[in-house]
């Protein structure tokens, strides 16, 4: 196991009925609240009605910044930003999913300074302060309600970049199960898939060697997610099956089982974030096609983490190592098109003359990441082949 330090200074508030506690909770950072969010879902389901009920309760002036799309763009970020400042905001409140609240957090940072906070997404400047961040978690996936990540698009470049900062986790999160029982089968398994891809990334590219722990904690998870994914797909409205998913989503990302693994590697997001700032698909559909064709490109080169994944998570026991490994892929993928996200670039509705096109995004972004030297253009577009 390798050194690593471990803070996770976010507040979590877990539980059915817990959205009232937000006023209270926030009025500890200030007066004045951006309040950010999607467009029509939060104030259809309700929770707008009770968001703002508790804001006002506490004594907090409100500003609103509607309309985060489900892949938030950077010039929805830059109206934040300028929102923020002009209305002085002590702090900012992002109601929604993993794309809300990771608008939230560049707009809190964007707000501390007059750099453009596409720089510190593309590693050109580095975030020296930011305003709060609080969150109430409506579609548990990306883990940033508990995590130091963001990932914005550029919709003029088309590139779609992710960054790390410890500035950058929430002070408080919300997270009422119930309030997801709106979510739909389409983004439950987009969601499922995108919690299953965090887990994947550091269990399958560490180089640390013998990591019981941490290994156990991921095999238990992805067992957790698939099972409440399929609860919940048969049941809407199970309350259980909500909160074990929401919950696992949120420490499949909080830094948890990559404690003590070292180095790792992104390749499946590395993949995928092409995929989805160029034709807007779920980050989720996108990660469905990526992460087994990762999986089968790695199948020629090591097959002990895929064989022991299969064998742990997925009950394959029977077979040499290579061949559980196969059937360990295999059984993925078709869960994935069981759960109903795509597993091709056609089920996606991307065109495979695209490869070349998608490939010179994916090169750029392996070099902002520093994967070049691993994942060369010739590796890439290898890799793509196998998502057609």
């Known amino acids: 196991m390798k050194n690593f330090d471990f ?4 507040k979590i508030i877990f539980g059915e009925g817990t959205i009232p506690q937000i006023g209270n909770e926030a009025k500890a950072y200030g007066k004045k609240v951006l309040l950010v969010y999607g467009k029509a879902s939060i104030k259809k389901s309700g929770l707008y009605d009770k968001v703002i009920a508790s804001l006002e309760e506490a004594g907090l002036d409100i500003v609103e910044h509607p309309g985060v799309k489900p892949n938030p763009v950077l010039s929805h970020l830059h109206k934040g930003v300028e929102i923020a400042k002009k209305e002085k905001v002590d702090f900012v409140l992002g109601v929604g999913g993993g794309s809300v609240v990771d608008e939230s957090k560049g707009i809190a940072a964007g707000a501390m300074t007059d750099v453009d906070p596409w720089d510190f997404y593309i590693g050109k400047e ?9 969150t109430i978690l409506t579609i548990p996936a990306t ?11 550029n919709e003029e470049t088309k590139e779609k970049v992710g ?14 199960p119930s309030v997801t029982m709106t979510v739909g089968p389409d983004y439950t398994a987009y969601s499922a898939v995108d919690a299953i891809s965090h887990l994947f990334e550091g269990y399958f590219t560490n180089t640390a060697g013998w990591l019981p722990i941490q290994d156990r904690l991921v095999e238990g998870l992805v067992k957790s997610i698939m099972e409440s994914t399929e609860i919940i797909l048969k049941d809407p409205e199970d309350y259980s099956g909500r909160a074990t998913f929401m919950w696992c989503a949120t420490l499949a990302w909080n830094g948890l089982c990559i404690a003590g693994i070292g180095d790792f590697a992104f390749p499946m997001h590395l993949l995928e974030h092409p995929l989805s700032g160029l034709y807007d698909i779920a980050h989720g559909a996108g990660l469905s096609i990526t992460i087994p064709a990762w999986l089968t490109w790695m199948l ?35 869960w994935f098109e069981k759960i109903g996200s795509p597993t091709s670039f056609s089920a996606a509705g991307i065109p495979d003359s695209d490869i070349e ?22 590796k890439i577009i290898e890799l793509f082949k196998l998502c057609l």
């Open 7 to 10: 803070h996770v200074p976010t």
């Open 126 to 134: 580095d975030i020296k302060a930011t305003l709060p961040v609080l």
């Open 143 to 153: 883990g940033s309600e508990m995590n130091n990540s963001s990932v914005i698009t």
């Open 163 to 176: 960054f790390l900062d410890g500035h950058l986790y929430p002070k408080v999160s919300i997270l009422d």
């Open 300 to 334: 020629d080169k090591d097959t002990s983490k895929i064989a022991q994944f299969a064998e742990n998570a997925l009950g394959i026991n029977k077979g040499s190592q290579d061949r559980k490994a196969q059937k360990g892929v295999a059984a993925l993928k078709s």
């Open 357 to 378: 096109n998608i490939t010179d995004f994916t090169v750029k972004l392996a070099k902002i990441w520093g994967m070049d030297g691993d994942y060369t253009r010739d």
